[in-house]
T-cell receptor, first 109, second 113 residues
Framework: GQQVMQIPQYQHVQEGEDFTTYCNSS?????IQWYKQRPGGHPVFLIQ?????EVKKQKRLTFQFGEAKKNSSLHITATQTTDVGTYFC?????????FGTGTSLTVIP | DSGVTQTPKHLITATGQRVTLRCSPR?????VYWYQQSLDQGLQFLIQ???????AKGNILERFSAQQFPDLHSELNLSSLELGDSALYFC????????????FGEGSRLTVL
């Protein structure tokens, strides 16, 4: 069945270091979304990518959608303590969203 | 505040019991989604309703059922509860029935003892 895998599962970084999480789908996606869930909170939408090879930036965050529309990445430059949380990708195919397993980011001050 | 309201926020019950979780979507949103999040787990899609009709079904157990009412609020019914059903249940809503942004509620934390 359809799966969306995300790596790494956990990442600890020193404040100021960069961070990247990767998302891979077993099938081609119509689009991919990214969400952030703060500890004890609920997922909050960050961005949606639709086009093959698309790259979008939000301040220190850079999102990419692969050429084959089967993978995506989120890169955070110069992490801050406010970046702490779990980042989920959600790929849309077959009339539903498939959420990745998430990457839990810890930022050490 | 996402505009999605879930009740109750917390629920403690015993094995074998039945509970109902309620979700009110954002004003104007026609789709409601239910997700289950267990400890250190991702978001498991359960079911989606669009304008009162079931739109997509995920890994929802037969002991679970859901519906969306004419006023667009939704209820998730969990019966014959087991310890493993303890989880955070999120409701999300979106404007249409397709691929738009999901707005999540704060979740209902269910503990089965």
């Amino acid at each position: 069945g359809q799966q969306v895998m995300q790596i790494p599962q956990y990442q600890h970084v020193q404040e100021g270091e960069d961070f990247t999480t990767y998302c891979n789908s077993s099938t081609t996606l119509s689009n991919i979304q990214w969400y952030k869930q703060r500890p004890g909170g609920h997922p909050v939408f960050l961005i949606q990518l639709v086009k093959s090879g698309e790259v979008k930036k939000q301040k220190r965050l850079t999102f990419q959608f692969g050429e084959a529309k089967k993978n995506s990445s989120l890169h955070i430059t110069a992490t801050q303590t406010t970046d702490v949380g779990t980042y989920f990708c959600a790929g849309y195919t077959g009339n539903q969203f498939y959420f990745g397993t998430g990457t839990s980011l810890t930022v050490i001050p | 505040d996402s505009g999605v309201t879930q009740t109750p926020k917390h629920l403690i019950t015993a094995t074998g019991q039945r509970v109902t979780l309620r979700c009110s979507p954002r004003s104007g949103d026609l789709s409601v989604y239910w997700y289950q999040q267990s400890l250190d787990q991702g978001l498991q899609f359960l079911i989606q309703y669009y304008n009162g009709e079931e739109r997509a079904k995920g890994n929802i157990l037969e002991r679970f059922s859901a519906q969306q009412f004419p006023d667009l609020h939704s209820e998730l019914n969990l019966s014959s509860l087991e310890l493993g059903d303890s989880a955070l249940y999120f409701c999300a809503s979106s404007r249409g029935g397709g691929t738009g942004e999901l707005f999540f509620g704060e979740g209902s934390r269910l503990t089965v003892l």
